[in-house]
């Protein structure tokens, strides 16, 4: 079939030409809108500029077809064969090419908005300045692409294949990535707010400088990552591995942590302010002047890490082990650290004013010079602490176990010890002005 005849049999309102031999055509700038040419042979065509919208070309071999410029919004292009096709500055959008294979093609500058490529083959394609924004691309192929130039915002990447791709810098925002591989990825500088990556495996991938804001990272692996001043605020990393990831600068307040693993993770200088770490394992952290003010450790593995300096204020604590812990320094005002394991806990220069550490075991605590102003000890296990220089104004003492603790010099005034236990407790220098006594009076 020549290009008039065609052209003739369309303009005359015929649409189905499946299966027809148009191969070597020159139709460029034609209008062959809504026409049926599936499974029809187009190879060595020239369709620069045509009009090809809302046309069915499923399972048509297009190989070395020039579609420069051509509008095909909303074609069908199922199981087509594209490969080599010059498709550069063509319109693609709401196109269907799942399984359609465009290997090798040309699509500089195409416009694949909201296209959907399910399992298509874009093998060593050029992509660069391609619009894949809101696009389809589940189970499709880019490994060791560069992605760096295309716009990915929104897109689909289920259980795609981006193993070693180039995404820096790329804007990859409200995508879906779940199930996606990306071993030996580039994703330095990538904007990844708001992106679901649930599960996967980003162990040593490099994210330095990347966007991170809401995302979803719940149960991802991203241990020995690079994730160097990465902006994680808001973020879902619930039950995520961090073991070993670099860490430096990164934003995590707000953050969700629960049961995430952060065992030996140095964490210094890293933000996270009312960041939920319920149940995380922080075992041997260093948490050295890091702001974790307001943020809930209920029920957190802290044990042998390092929290010296480290700003607790208004925290939750509750059920936390903080055993062999070094708190030097360390504010804790307000906290709330109920049923909190402290054994062997280094609490020097630690400030408690108004803590909650009802019940606690301090038994043998050095909390010598401590602030304990306003904290709440009620039937807390003191036995044997050294309290020598602390503030206890105003703490509530009701029903604790003082019984040889170290008190020399220590502040109680307006304290309540009421019912409290002083047995061979060491009250040498101790203000009591106006404390409420186990006996039930108030000393003067």
């Known amino acids: 079939m020549d290009a008039q005849n065609l052209l003739r049999r369309h303009a005359a309102g015929e649409r189905d030409f499946h299966e027809a031999d148009v191969s070597g055509l020159t139709l460029i700038e034609a209008t062959l809108v809504g026409i049926d040419l599936s499974r029809s042979l187009l190879c060595e065509s020239n369709l620069g500029g045509a009009n090809l919208s809302g046309a069915n070309l499923s399972g048509a071999n297009l190989s070395g077809t020039k579609l420069i410029g051509a509008n095909m919004s909303r074609v069908k292009l199922v199981g087509a064969f594209l490969r080599g096709t010059d498709l550069s500055w063509a319109n693609l959008s709401g196109a269907n090419l799942t399984g359609a294979d465009l290997g090798e093609a040309n699509l500089t500058r195409a416009n694949l908005t909201e296209a959907n490529l399910t399992r298509a083959d874009l093998n060593e394609a050029k992509l660069t300045g391609v619009s894949l924004s809101g696009a389809n691309l589940t189970g499709i192929c880019l490994n060791r692409a560069d992605l760096t130039r295309v716009i990915l915002r929104g897109v689909i990447l289920v259980r795609s294949d981006l193993n070693w791709a180039n995404l820096g810098g790329v804007n990859l925002s409200g995508s879906d990535l779940t199930g996606i591989s990306l071993q030996g990825a580039n994703l330095a500088n990538t904007d990844l707010s708001g992106v679901n990556l649930r599960g996967v495996n980003l162990m040593g991938i490099d994210l330095t400088q990347a966007k991170l804001v809401g995302a979803n990272l719940s149960g991802a692996d991203l241990s020995d990552a690079n994730l160097s001043g990465v902006n994680l605020s808001r973020a879902n990393l619930s039950v995520a591995f961090l073991s070993g990831a670099n860490l430096n600068g990164v934003n995590l307040s707000e953050a969700i ?152 010099g220590a502040i109680l005034s307006e304290a309540d010890l009421s019912e409290a236990d002083l047995s061979e407790a060491v009250l040498k220098r101790v203000n009591l002005q106006g404390a409420l006594m186990p006996d039930g009076s108030i000393y003067n």
């Open 257 to 408: 942590l629960r049961g995430a693993t952060l065992i030996q993770t140095n964490l210094t200088g890293v933000s996270m302010q009312g960041a939920i770490l319920s149940g995380a394992d922080l075992a041997g952290a260093i948490l050295h002047g890091v702001d974790l003010s307001g943020a809930n450790l209920r029920g957190c593995n802290l044990s042998g890490a390092n929290l010296s300096g480290t700003n607790l204020s208004w925290t939750n604590l509750r059920g936390t082990d903080l055993s062999q812990v070094d708190m030097t320094g360390a504010d804790l005002s307000g906290a709330d650290m109920r049923g909190a394991d402290l054994h062997d806990a280094l609490l020097t220069g630690v400030s408690l004013r108004g803590a909650n550490l009802s019940e606690v075991d301090l038994n043998a605590a050095n909390l010598w010079g401590v602030d304990l102003s306003g904290a709440n000890l009620r039937g807390a296990n003191l036995h044997g602490a050294d309290l020598r220089g602390a503030n206890l104004s105003e703490a509530d003492l009701n029903i604790a176990n003082l019984w040889g603790a170290k008190l020399g």
